[in-house]
């Protein structure tokens, strides 16, 4: 089926950095999410992103957060400053359409903050 | 605020016995719900989705059927395999975002 990309697969900083999570979402796919999943809790929903723009957000979604996708590449979340509780699985989604459309989602992304 | 229960894990069977995971959930909307699969390492992926109320999703022998007056969407097929063994969660969408149950981890025994 369609394929999602996740770049790094595990990253390591220290508190207080930046970092940028990368995702590489299925090429036609219009709307693009992201969720965050801590160890052995459920996936909570952070964001979705259509036509530039930011469409939904949650309360997870803190104002260190950042999403964008310059010029059709890869859709980023960058997080600024990052603190401990950041700590979790990152997983992007996309779909071609939004509502009730499927998702599609990468392997995730790692993240630990020390 | 929408939300989603299932089966709290793990849950162990026996290859060739059957399974249900229960799922429920809440919503002042009108949902289509899914259930996703994922296996270690990897991203959830769909198992099926159902949009309409009173309509079966199946898909690999598993199958759920949306039932609106319950507010249910239970899991089940009627005999497992070891490479069933994953973790699975019910999703229903809401505002553009997916409200997950809390997966259950279902783990098959040779």
Redesign the interface.
């Known amino acids: 089926g369609p394929k999602v990309l996740q770049i790094p697969s595990h990253q390591i900083i220290d508190m207080g950095q930046m970092v940028t999570l990368n995702c590489d979402p299925v090429s036609n796919h219009l709307y693009f999410y992201w969720y965050k999943q801590i160890l052995g809790q459920q996936m909570e929903f952070l964001v979705n992103f259509y036509n530039g723009k930011v469409m939904e957000k949650s309360k997870l979604f803190k104002d260190q957060f950042s999403v964008e996708r310059p010029d059709g590449s890869y859709f980023t979340l960058k997080i600024q400053p990052t603190a401990l509780e950041d700590s979790a699985v990152y997983f992007c989604a996309s779909s071609l359409w939004g509502g009730y459309a499927e998702q599609f989602f990468g392997p995730g992304t790692r993240l630990t903050v020390l | 605020g929408d939300s989603v229960t299932q089966t709290e894990g793990p849950v162990t069977l026996s290859e060739g016995t059957s399974l249900t995971v229960n799922c429920s959930y809440e919503t002042k909307q009108y949902?289509?719900l899914?259930w996703?699969v994922q296996y270690p390492?990897?991203?959830?992926?769909?198992l099926f989705?159902v949009?309409k109320a009173n309509e079966k999703g199946s898909n690999r022998g598993f199958e759920a059927t949306y039932n609106k007056e319950a507010t249910s969407f239970h899991l089940q097929k009627a005999s497992v395999q070891e490479s069933d063994s994953a973790v699975y969660?019910c999703a229903l969408?809401s505002?553009?975002?997916?409200?997950?149950?809390?997966?259950t981890k279902l783990i098959i025994k040779p």
């Open positions: 949902p289509t899914f996703y390492g990897e991203g959830p992926q769909l989705k949009p969660y969408s505002n553009y975002q997916l409200i997950w149950g809390s997966g």
